[in-house]
T-cell receptor, first 111, second 112 residues
Framework: DAKTTQPNSMESNEEEPVHLPCNHSTISGTDYIHWYRQLPSQGPEYVIHGLTSNVNNRMASLAIAEDRKSSTLILHRATLRDAAVYYC????????????FGSGTKLNVKP | DAGVIQSPRHEVTEMGQEVTLRCKPISGHDYLFWYRQTMMRGLELLIYFNNNVPIDDSGMPEDRFSAKMPNASFSTLKIQPSEPRDSAVYFCASQAEPNTQYFGPGTRLTVL
């Protein structure tokens, strides 16, 4: 199973951009990179995913390194509601329905 | 859409008792997943179904755990007999297309 490495925690000020890094040096060519987040006392929710190109949606942007060994989730303007644990996940190319959630990055947003 | 529905939201039971957790997936989703979350082990996939058929149960901890999906709108996760180490938050998730799993609010299980 391809693994991901994320910082345990990060802190941001409200209304400032946040860059959440993820290393996945053993990624295979067909693995998609997914990001989910888990707000306090809730189930995880989908944020964004990508394969090779950078991706944008209403929640965030995903920047993927050219060698695909790392990626960065970008929240353009953090709000207090964005305080959560953010998980970087590689979708298993052998069994694409199995998501392996690591320990994630706990994001704290200060007012 | 009501999203994924789980019941009960909280369950407190005594060691040795049978526990049944319930899940109603989002209508039209043909994949259903059961996860367990603890502080020590994080979020772990226990089992998942496709079109009501169990596809991968390699994450089920032991024979005390069983899961069924009798129809497209209902699934159960049963623990018999329960033990204190089963205390965790159990999440159900459903999926239609390959990239997005929709999680329920979870059931917090405490086994005394």
């Amino acid at each position: 199973d391809a693994k991901t490495t994320q910082p345990n925690s990060m802190e941001s000020n409200e209304e400032e951009p946040v860059h959440l890094p993820c290393n996945h040096s053993t990624i295979s060519g067909t693995d998609y990179i997914h990001w989910y987040r888990q707000l306090p006392s809730q189930g995880p929710e989908y944020v964004i995913h990508g394969l090779t190109s950078n991706v944008n949606n209403r929640m965030a942007s995903l920047a993927i390194a050219e060698d695909r060994k790392s990626s960065t989730l970008i929240l353009h303007r953090a709000t207090l509601r964005d305080a959560a644990v953010y998980y970087c996940i590689l979708r298993d190319s052998d069994n694409f329905n199995k998501f392996y959630f690591g320990s994630g990055t706990k994001l704290n947003v200060k007012p | 859409d009501a999203g994924v529905i789980q019941s009960p939201r909280h369950e407190v039971t005594e060691m040795g008792q049978e526990v049944t957790l319930r899940c109603k997936p989002i209508s039209g989703h043909d994949y259903l997943f059961w996860y367990r979350q603890t502080m020590m082990r994080g979020l772990e996939l226990l089992i998942y179904f496709n079109n009501n058929v169990p596809i991968d149960d390699s994450g089920m901890p032991e024979d005390r755990f069983s899961a069924k999906m009798p129809n497209a709108s209902f699934s159960t996760l049963k623990i018999q007999p329960s033990e204190p180490r089963d205390s965790a938050v159990y999440f159900c998730a459903s999926q239609a297309e390959p990239n997005t799993q929709y999680f329920g609010p979870g059931t917090r299980l405490t086994v005394l």
